[in-house]
C-alpha cells in the first residue's frame, strides 16, 4: 500500500486565497498588514527563505520591507532597527533571520522584538503563553505541521506523536502543540538511545533532524503518519545527487506510512503561509486596537 499524500503545496494555495480575502478586509478598516524582515550575513539558505518570505507577503496583498546587513555588523544596529520598528504603528510583524553571525546573542535579539509584533513566535513570552494554553504566535513551522495534520484528517487526540528534534524552532514548539491537542507525545534527539523503538510506536512522526533520508520504512508503524520537516540536498555518490530531500526516506516510507508529506511540496510552503497567516492576526489586533 502507498500512503496518502499530505499536499502542503495544495493545502498552502487554500489558506493563502483565504488570507489574501482577509487582507483585503482589513485594508478596508484602513490597515495594511506589514511584515519586516531582517537578514544579517551572507548564508545562503536564509538568503533563499527571505526572498519567499517578501515574496509571499506581496502575493498575499501585504506590505514587506527587508533590512539587509552585512556579516560582521554591530549588533546594537540591528536593535536598534528592531527598536524603531516596535515603536512603529505600521509594522505588524518583525522577523530576525536565523541563524545570526557568532557576535550576536540570539536570544537578546529575539527578545527586543515586541511580543505583539513577534509573528515568528520565538520570544520567550510567546513561548510561555504557547506553554500555558494562551493566546500567542505559535511558531510557523509547527503551527503549519498542525494544519496540515487536520487538513490529512489525521486524528491528533490520543495518539502516540514521537518528534525527533528538541530545537527552539521546530521540536519543542511542535511537542507543546502536539500535547494540547491531546497527543501523548515524545520527544527524540541525538541522545536518544535506541530511536527506531520511539518511532516504531508512532501514530504520528515528525522529523525535524538535518540529516538526509535518516528515517527508513523499517523505522515507521504501518499506518503511521509521517510529516517531514528536513530540506537537505542529496548527497553525493547517490542517486539524484544535489536534489532536494526531506529527513525521511520517502520511497521506503511511502510504503508502511498511512499518511506522507513530500519534499519539497510538503512542510515547507505551510512554515511561510503560517507566518503570513500570524502577520494578518497582528493588523487585525492592530485595527481592533485602533477602533476600526
Ligand atoms: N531560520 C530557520 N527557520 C526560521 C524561521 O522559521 N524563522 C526565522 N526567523 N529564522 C529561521
Same mark, same amino acid.
Given at each position: 500500500?502507498? $500512503? *496518502?499524500?499530505?499536499?502542503?503545496?495544495?493545502?498552502?494555495?487554500?489558506?493563502?486565497?483565504?488570507?489574501?480575502? &482577509?487582507?483585503?478586509?482589513?485594508?478596508? *478598516?484602513?490597515?495594511?498588514?506589514?511584515?519586516?524582515?531582517?537578514?544579517?550575513?551572507?548564508?545562503?539558505? &536564509?538568503?533563499?527563505?527571505?526572498?519567499?518570505?517578501?515574496?509571499?507577503?506581496?502575493? $498575499?496583498?501585504?506590505?514587506?520591507? #527587508?533590512?539587509?546587513? !552585512?556579516?560582521?555588523?554591530?549588533?546594537?544596529?540591528?536593535?536598534? /532597527? %528592531?527598536?524603531?520598528?516596535?515603536?512603529?504603528?505600521?509594522?505588524? +510583524?518583525?522577523?530576525?533571520?536565523?541563524?545570526? !553571525?557568532?557576535?550576536?546573542?540570539?536570544?537578546?535579539?529575539?527578545?527586543? %522584538? &515586541?511580543?505583539?509584533?513577534?509573528?515568528?513566535? =520565538?520570544?520567550?513570552?510567546?513561548?510561555?503563553?504557547?506553554?500555558?494554553?494562551?493566546?500567542? =504566535?505559535?511558531?510557523?513551522?509547527?503551527?503549519?505541521?498542525?494544519?496540515?495534520?487536520? @487538513?490529512?484528517?489525521?486524528?491528533?487526540?490520543?495518539?502516540?506523536?514521537?518528534?525527533?528534534? #528538541? &530545537?527552539?524552532?521546530?521540536?519543542?514548539?511542535?511537542?507543546?502543540?502536539?500535547?494540547?491537542?491531546? @497527543?501523548?507525545?515524545?520527544?527524540?534527539?541525538?541522545?536518544?538511545?535506541?530511536?527506531?523503538?520511539?518511532?516504531?510506536?508512532?501514530?504520528?512522526?515528525?522529523?525535524?533532524?538535518?540529516?538526509?533520508?535518516?528515517?527508513? +520504512?523499517?523505522?515507521?508503524?504501518?499506518?503511521?503518519?509521517?510529516?517531514?520537516?528536513?530540506?537537505? *540536498?542529496?548527497? $553525493?555518490?547517490?542517486?539524484?545527487?544535489? /536534489?532536494?530531500?526531506?529527513?525521511?526516506? =520517502?520511497?521506503?516510507?511511502?510504503?508502511?506510512?498511512?499518511?506522507?508529506?513530500?519534499?519539497?511540496?510538503?512542510? +515547507?510552503?505551510?512554515?511561510?503561509?503560517?507566518?503570513?497567516?500570524?502577520?494578518?492576526?497582528?493588523?487585525? *489586533? $492592530?485595527?481592533?486596537?485602533?477602533?476600526?
Amino acid at each position: 500500500m502507498s $500512503a *496518502r499524500i499530505l499536499d502542503g503545496n495544495a493545502l498552502s494555495a487554500d489558506v493563502r486565497a483565504q488570507l489574501a480575502e &482577509s487582507v483585503k478586509e482589513v485594508k478596508a *478598516r484602513g490597515v495594511t498588514p506589514c511584515l519586516v524582515v531582517i537578514l544579517v550575513g551572507d548564508n545562503p539558505a &536564509s538568503a533563499v527563505y527571505v526572498r519567499n518570505k517578501v515574496a509571499g507577503c506581496e502575493k $498575499a496583498g501585504m506590505r514587506s520591507l #527587508r533590512f539587509d546587513y !552585512p556579516a560582521d555588523t554591530d549588533p546594537k544596529r540591528v536593535l536598534d /532597527k %528592531i527598536a524603531e520598528l516596535n515603536a512603529d504603528d505600521s509594522v505588524h +510583524g518583525i522577523l530576525v533571520q536565523l541563524p545570526l !553571525p557568532p557576535q550576536f546573542e540570539e536570544k537578546e535579539v529575539l527578545e527586543a %522584538i &515586541s511580543v505583539d509584533k513577534d509573528v515568528d513566535g =520565538f520570544h520567550a513570552e510567546n513561548v510561555g503563553r504557547l506553554s500555558q494554553g494562551q493566546r500567542a =504566535f505559535f511558531p510557523c513551522t509547527p503551527h503549519g505541521v498542525m494544519k496540515l495534520l487536520a @487538513a490529512g484528517d489525521i486524528d491528533v487526540s490520543g495518539a502516540d506523536a514521537v518528534v525527533i528534534g #528538541r &530545537s527552539n524552532i521546530v521540536g519543542k514548539p511542535m511537542a507543546m502543540l502536539l500535547t494540547q491537542a491531546g @497527543a501523548t507525545v515524545t520527544v527524540c534527539h541525538s541522545k536518544t538511545r535506541d530511536l527506531a523503538a520511539h518511532t516504531r510506536r508512532a501514530d504520528i512522526l515528525i522529523v525535524a533532524i538535518g540529516r538526509p533520508m535518516f528515517i527508513t +520504512g523499517e523505522m515507521v508503524k504501518p499506518g503511521a503518519a509521517v510529516i517531514d520537516v528536513g530540506m537537505n *540536498r542529496i548527497p $553525493a555518490g547517490l542517486p539524484n545527487e544535489g /536534489k532536494l530531500c526531506g529527513d525521511v526516506d =520517502f520511497a521506503s516510507v511511502k510504503d508502511v506510512a498511512g499518511a506522507i508529506t513530500p519534499v519539497p511540496g510538503g512542510v +515547507g510552503p505551510m512554515t511561510i503561509t503560517m507566518l503570513l497567516a500570524n502577520t494578518l492576526e497582528s493588523a487585525q *489586533r $492592530a485595527a481592533e486596537r485602533k477602533g476600526v
